[in-house]
């Protein structure tokens, strides 16, 4: 939201930055979908591929 008001600006003299400050913006919005959205979707799905195994099987000892 920082961002914004340069975003919107329609001066003549803020038309230099503009490119800088679309690329911020969406490379900021991009990125927070990806951790808030993608990563916990991904983490979960790997959850569920994973064999349900105890975490510390013990392994029975031979005579």
Request: proline share 11%.
């Amino acid at each position: 939201m920082g961002m914004a008001p340069h975003l919107l600006e329609t001066s003549t003299q803020a038309q230099t930055p503009k490119p800088s400050v679309i690329s911020i913006v969406f490379g900021l919005l991009a990125a927070m979908v990806l951790i808030l959205l993608v990563m916990p979707a991904f983490y979960t799905t790997l959850e569920d591929i994973r064999p349900r195994t105890p975490r510390h099987a013990t392994v029975p000892k031979s005579r």
